[in-house]
């Protein structure tokens, strides 16, 4: 290669604070397990080798920053080509194919400090503002710079794309900050893991592969200049995200006691055991100083018998195999690819996800699916999963509303999670995603699953996240058939919803629960009113444990205020996000604050429930007895025969105005609706008990519940299985034969 090699974007001659050339002397040959950087011809030849081999089109410079740590990289190329080319063996490469397309991995044995954990790491996406959020960042809340393909402009004026990624930040400390808060994120997800990952790492090194891609970080802001007039630090950084295994990284950074940001922007020298102040920046230069300080500790440990020190922990861990990502057919759309390869622990997720994390990882699967079939423009995928402004969109005015902003985005993802049979490649690519079985055959459980993934997907857009099982509204038939909405647009639904019936039911079916959740006036119940907060006014109001479907029936019967309330709660989020006023009777802001205790004594839970109707015979009519017992409206989805029928006391039916044929009618739908029931709360109860185990283990409790109580409750749930197998054999025998 002509002209000077360069390491992590910086150039070999040391900048600021680096050492002379002479200790960048570094050999192969180790006393310790702690490999050295390869000799520098050696990686070059590496670097070579990577863009030589076919499918392979990573930039160079990504390369040249991960070659310090590739441990042993001449045993990874193949004999030289006839015409004297080296390539990597075709043993250490590996295809990836992912809903959105394809990646190219070479697979090297890695020195365990390398790597930096990647703060768009699906599992704590709720911890960030998301671009998509019209509103921006405030109150502290971080908000990540939004990542585009590694392109640049050849010498022919072509743009040319790479199998890499690009961001830029303000500076480095806003850099640092953003790794730094990612670690956090993910320390504080650890309570959803059975087991101690760090103890794992120690006793039996890393056993499953991380996979890495390349990002290019630009730093807006110019780096200050020292004392010699060399600038302190580099312009810009190359990293090698975790794409999987951000744990395993943050672990073993924790077991050589170093952190994220300080691998890719740059190690104190007193950490490489140095007296005086400054980063090393070069990688071939630090790496080789911690490694002969961390195999000096381990040979005196192994010498004295104390296997307790920091070499000792990290030893296990001193090389492990890793996936880089070094080539993809399509690296424009590189980074939903990525994202998309490890998404089938999304679809079957394991426990440490956080339910909103998992559910916007769900939908982001479908949307990756959909744009490597042609059935998404990647422009409204961007939007759609959060990498792009809301103003990206396809005839989007830069100069929308908030709520116009937000609503535009919501209700895309809402058509897009659910499909109608006319988009029947679309419905094809949904159900292969998630796994569903035939719209036939689905579940109440698997429409939530859908609604769960728009509702938390659609938070991205607000200030914080919400609970994603607020928007679970929808009834099973709606995924059968998909949901057209009329496409009018979110001020025309608000000025005409007092008298528009069509306008009124598209504004609470498919924007109140988000927009009351928005606000903190409702929330998804998620059990007993001990884990319910006191409200603000110092009353008990809030305490209520009610559906969001019982808040929404609550808000149709009492139109005028709704109505007053959906449009407050617009006009709140176009002002800032500002806390929204109560609403009077007339449906007109007032001076006062709405809360959470105000919406439950303005919409009353039992304004949102429905009774089931008597028969009117000249008895009960003369004796003007009232309506039978309330049901939650969660059950609203009745014929009008059932709600006719009554049984007395004797268990005879007392409506002789009923036939036999509707009778049997009304009994298939009752059947129907409550196994949907059943279904939906048995598809709840382990998300319950795993939010008791989180709940218990952050209030510094051994138990969740007490062994009375957990006795009586699996009881219960013996009972109720005896009950239930003998119900599949009896539906049989009075079904029809095929």
């Known amino acids: 290669m002509a002209g000077a090699f360069r390491f992590a974007g910086v150039p070999a001659i040391p900048l600021h604070h680096q050492l002379s050339n002479k200790a960048c002397v570094m050999v192969e040959a180790n006393s310790g397990p702690f490999h050295l950087p390869a000799p520098r011809e050696v990686q070059e030849t590496w670097v070579n080798a990577v863009l030589a081999t076919p499918g392979a089109n990573v930039p160079r410079a990504a390369l040249e920053a991960i070659a310090p740590f590739i441990v042993r ?5 193949a004999e030289p080509t006839s015409g004297g080319t080296r390539q990597i063996a075709s043993d250490r490469l590996r295809k990836v194919r992912t809903d959105a397309g394809e ?8 020195h365990g400090i390398g790597g930096v954990v990647w703060e768009h790491n699906e599992r704590i996406s709720a911890t960030w503002r998301s671009v998509v959020d019209p509103a921006g960042a405030k109150d502290g809340v971080r908000s990540l710079s939004r990542v585009r393909p590694w392109s640049r402009l050849t010498e022919g004026g072509e743009e040319k794309v790479l199998a890499a990624l690009e961001s830029t930040v303000a500076n480095r400390e ?3 900050a953003n790794v730094d808060a990612a670690v956090h994120a993910l320390q504080a997800r650890d309570g959803f893991r059975s087991y101690d990952l760090r103890e794992d790492l120690i006793l039996n090194g890393q056993v499953e592969p991380c996979m890495y891609v390349p990002q290019h970080v630009l730093l807006n802001e110019e780096p200050p200049q020292a004392l010699d007039g060399e600038p302190s630090y580099p312009d810009s950084y190359w990293g090698w995200m975790a794409v999987r295994g951000n744990n395993r990284t943050r672990y073993r950074h924790d077991l050589f006691e170093v952190t994220s940001s300080e691998v890719l922007t740059g190690i104190p020298f007193r950490k490489l055991g140095q007296d005086r102040e400054g980063l090393a920046v070069n990688p071939s230069y630090w790496l080789a100083q911690y490694s002969e300080l961390l195999n000096a500790e381990y040979c005196a440990g192994s010498e004295n018998g104390e296997l307790t020190g920091r070499a000792q922990r990290a030893a296990r861990v001193a090389i492990v195999e890793t996936h880089l990502v070094i080539g993809s057919p399509t690296p424009q759309r590189l980074f939903r690819i990525v994202q998309g390869s490890n998404r089938r622990d999304h679809v079957h997720p394991p426990l440490e996800f956080a339910p909103n994390d998992r559910s916007r990882a769900l939908g982001r699967s479908v949307l990756g699916a959909y744009t490597a079939h042609g059935e998404l423009e990647d422009r409204v995928a961007d939007v759609l999963t959060g990498l792009a402004p809301i103003t990206d969109l396809p005839d989007v005015s830069d100069d929308a509303s908030i709520s116009t902003l937000r609503d535009v985005r919501s209700m895309r993802l809402l058509i897009e999670l659910f499909p109608t049979k006319a988009q029947a490649k679309k419905r094809q690519l949904i159900r292969s995603a998630l796994s569903e079985p035939a719209p036939s055959q689905m579940q109440l459980s698997d429409v939530n699953r859908r609604v ?8 991205e857009s607000y200030p914080n996240p919400w609970n994603p099982r607020v928007a679970e509204v929808l009834k099973r038939t709606v995924a059968s058939n998909g949901i057209e909405l009329t496409g009018r647009p979110l001020a025309d639904l ?4 007092e008298t528009d019936d069509e306008a009124f039911e598209e504004l609470l079916a498919y924007r109140a629960p988000h927009w009351l959740a928005a606000f903190d006036l409702i929330d998804a119940d998620r059990g007993s009113l001990a884990g319910q907060k006191i409200d603000d006014e110092g009353t008990k109001a809030d305490r209520v444990r009610r559906t969001v479907t019982n808040s929404i029936n609550a808000m149709r019967n009492n139109r005028v205020m709704a109505v007053g309330l ?11 996000d500002r806390p929204p006023s109560q609403i009077g009777p007339d449906g007109r802001p007032t001076a006062n604050r709405a809360t959470r205790a105000w919406f439950n004594r303005s919409f009353s839970k039992e304004s949102g429930t429905r009774s089931y109707r008597k028969r009117q015979t000249p008895e009960n009519t003369a004796s003007g007895q009232a309506d039978a017992p309330e049901r939650d409206s969660q059950d609203t989805d009745v014929p009008a025969a059932a709600l006719m029928t009554r049984i007395d006391p004797a268990g005879s039916a007392t409506n002789t105005e009923e036939s036999d044929t509707q009778a049997l009618e009304r009994l298939r739908r009752e059947f129907e609706r409550h196994i949907l029931m059943l279904s939906e709360g048995v598809g709840e109860l382990p998300e319950q008990l795993e939010e008791m185990s989180e709940r218990a283990k952050a209030a510094g409790l051994d138990y969740a519940i007490g062994a009375q109580e957990a ?3 699996t009881l219960t749930l013996t009972r109720m299985l005896a009950a239930l197998r003998k119900i599949p054999e009896t539906v049989m025998s009075i079904s029809s034969p095929e």
């Open 73 to 77: 990289p001449k045993e990874m190329l």
């Open 452 to 459: 769960r993934a728009w509702s938390a997907l659609t938070s």
């Open 103 to 110: 990646l190219l991995v070479v697979i090297v044995d890695m």
């Open 566 to 576: 959906l449009r407050e709660l617009a006009n709140a989020m176009d002002q800032g």
């Open 174 to 176: 806003h850099l640092i």
């Open 494 to 497: 608000l000025a005409t919803a």
């Open 711 to 713: 006795s009586d409750w």
